[in-house]
């Protein structure tokens, strides 16, 4: 009986000391998640994004340009993207600003946005699917896309 108790006791106070720990928080600015192609930003999201005028000739093939969309204000904090089209095709999405005030959001992001960014270059549009477990990020993001596509068209 005795050996019972000690045994339930070392156990409480184990889960206790597991349960109270406090993981390490990295530390420094969210960087800009690209989707990898022709991404050479080095802007952290501390940053505004500067948006180019689109150009006047919309169906020029030959001229890349980034258009900004519009800030979208989530539950969980902004989200803005910058397409690159190269005339009126999507070459890659990135996202400027995100959710990342709390570990949790940084995980959730790193995984959700690089999904985001494949989808819409995929579609080519903003006509995606959420993620799971980042709705209000994936909607936000979809947001801020269609903006920026309307952007792009004049």
């Avoid at 501390?46 to 180019?52: F, H, V, Y």
């Avoid at 980042?134 to 801020?144: I, K, L, Q, W």
Wanted: charged share 15%.
């Amino acid at each position: 009986m005795r050996r019972a108790v000690v045994t339930s006791a070392a156990t409480a106070a184990g889960v206790v000391l597991l349960l109270s720990l406090k993981p390490h928080e990295a530390a420094g600015p969210a960087p800009v998640i690209g989707s990898g192609a022709g991404t050479g930003s080095g802007s952290d999201v501390s940053q505004p994004s500067e948006a180019p005028a689109p150009s006047s000739s919309a169906s020029a093939t030959g001229t890349t340009r980034k258009v900004s969309g519009d800030t979208v204000n989530t539950r969980y904090g902004p989200v803005q993207v910058q397409v690159t089209l190269a005339g009126s095709r999507i070459t890659a999405v990135d996202v400027v600003k995100y959710p990342n005030s709390e570990r949790r959001d940084r995980e959730i992001n790193s995984s959700a946005l690089p999904v985001l960014n494949h989808e819409a270059i995929s579609a080519q549009s903003a006509a995606i699917d959420v993620v799971s477990g980042a709705t209000y990020t994936s909607d936000g993001y979809v947001r801020s896309l269609q903006s920026a596509l309307d952007r792009a068209k004049g």
